[in-house]
């Protein structure tokens, strides 16, 4: 089972930036594995954000491209999302996730980044 602790979230203004964190209990798996970002605006369905492959590989939706940029240390177990030129429309709850077996970077859209093994809790993020 891996536990995942999303971090970093909190209110900032239109165009400022935030760096989400996200712990994982473990980052190196038996199977090949998708690290994603994805975000839950109010009323709105979960959409995904940003992914990396295991090898590194990622991959963004459209609204957050060239803002966003997702990375992660596997010495530290930890995946990050830094978030530049924030907008209103970015606010929504942000959530962490592992995907085995699926290969995110090679996806045609974020919704075939599915099904998702493990969620975070999530952090909130809030752009006024």
């Known amino acids: 089972h891996v536990q995942l602790v999303e971090s970093g979230g909190g209110s900032v203004q239109d165009g400022g930036s935030l760096s989400l964190s996200c712990a994982a209990s473990?980052?190196?798996?038996?199977?090949?594995?998708?690290m994603a970002w994805f975000r839950q605006a109010s009323g709105k369905e979960r959409e995904g954000v940003a992914a990396v492959d295991d090898d590194d590989s990622p991959m963004y939706g459209d609204s957050v491209k060239g803002r966003f940029t997702i990375s992660k240390d596997n010495t530290k177990n930890t995946l990050f999302l830094q978030m530049n030129s924030l907008k209103p429309e970015d606010t929504a709850m942000y959530y962490c996730a592992v995907l085995f077996d699926v290969f995110c970077s090679g996806a045609s859209t974020v919704d075939d980044w599915a099904p998702v093994d493990y969620w975070g809790q999530g952090t909130q993020v809030t752009v006024s």
């Open positions: 473990e980052s190196t798996y038996d199977r090949g594995y998708c």
